[in-house]
């Protein structure tokens, strides 16, 4: 698969890809709910914090560029990211992506769209109150350091900001699949096994409201 690589802008239409962005703030389960259908669906689930972290951990300039962004809360260039992103997706032969985390910000929309071409299938949104992510992400306890209460409520600030208008960009093209993230983690697979299912056959209805798994 050829993501649209730059002076080779056709190719990618040899090979028909399907893209499910999914997004929701800290702690609305974006990942737990990716590998459920990824291993149901047939997808192959990015993870764009994963993509980020393990940047981070190979020791790069970008990679510490990106780690004391994180630190801050604050979101990671757009053509960092969707570069990141995309030389991930290049890498594996694929034509189901699910993409977890991503977009954070109409620039990202942007640079996705001019990088690759490409439009998401759809955007499955998971909405859950604040004050449930917050005590989801502090109860996970996987060691990361941007789990602390400063840091996340950092991040929620960011996610109001800056991802609430690529939400309604979405909305207003139709494409957002809005979902109840804050009850258990298999009512909320409930819900979303009814959109993909629908997916099949192209007929998903548009929100009322404004594996093969990988992570990398």
């Avoid at 990618?12 to 703030?25: L, M, T």
């Avoid at 990942?31 to 393990?54: M, N, P």
């Avoid at 690759?116 to 990361?144: A, H, I």
């Amino acid at each position: 698969m050829d993501l649209h690589k730059e002076g080779d802008r056709g190719s990618a239409k040899q090979k028909k890809v399907k893209i499910v962005f999914v997004i929701g703030g800290p702690g609305s389960g974006k990942g737990t709910q990716c590998k459920r259908i990824a291993q149901q669906f047939g997808y192959t689930h990015l993870s764009v914090g994963e993509i980020l972290r393990q940047e981070i951990s190979s020791g790069s300039e970008t990679g510490s560029m990106i780690q004391k962004i994180m630190k801050e809360g604050k979101l990671v260039p757009s053509d960092v990211t969707v570069r990141l992103l995309q030389q991930a997706m290049q890498g594996i032969n694929s034509d189901k992506f699910l993409i977890d985390g991503f977009p954070r910000n109409e620039e990202n929309v942007k640079a996705f769209e001019d990088l690759t071409k490409m439009e998401p299938e759809f955007v499955l949104y998971l909405d859950c109150p604040q004050d449930e992510m917050e005590k989801r992400l502090l109860s996970r306890n996987e060691g990361r350091e941007d789990d602390n209460v400063e840091t996340i409520r950092k991040r929620f600030k960011v996610f109001m900001e800056s991802t609430l208008p690529t939400i309604e960009y979405y909305e207003s093209k139709g494409k957002i699949r809005k979902v109840d993230a804050g009850k258990s983690i298999d009512e909320v697979f409930e819900s979303i096994k009814v959109i993909f299912s629908q997916g099949k056959d192209n007929k998903v209805p548009p929100s009322r409201h404004k594996c093969k798994c990988l992570i990398l």
